[in-house]
């Protein structure tokens, strides 16, 4: 079974930086697009950054110039660098990833998510 494992969130003050990390496993075929997602109760859970195979790169307008995400295709690892931290930053932020994974004798693509970790930024 696939799995996404996040490491990395935490309480920082306001113009710090966090490094996300998360983790794909399990009998994964090939790795697709990889991405971050922030979620704040109340509200739909918003792209931040998502990042393809080939390197493509997208980012939300909130954290550009502010955010870096990178990815290990060895690894099946994607990171976020998240430097000059805002308090409006503070969400549950979640790992993303499309799979092709080996199940059964058939190969399968599916849409994963990771179970999320916490970013606080004080002001």
């Known amino acids: 079974q696939v799995q996404l494992v996040e490491s990395g969130g935490g309480l920082v003050q306001a113009g710090g930086s966090l490094r996300l990390s998360c983790a794909a496993s399990g009998p994964i075929v090939r790795v697709n697009a990889m991405g971050w997602y922030c979620q704040v109760p109340g509200k739909q859970r918003e792209l931040v950054a998502v990042?393809?195979?080939?390197?493509?790169?997208n980012y939300s307008d909130s954290v550009k110039g502010r955010f870096t995400i990178s990815r290990d295709n060895a690894k099946n690892t994607v990171y976020l660098q998240m430097n000059s931290l805002k308090a409006e930053d503070t969400a549950v932020y979640y790992c993303n990833a499309e799979v092709k994974s080996v199940s059964g004798g058939g190969y399968y693509t599916k849409n994963y998510w990771g179970q999320g970790t916490q970013v606080t930024v004080s002001s």
């Open positions: 990042i393809t195979s080939g390197g493509s790169i």
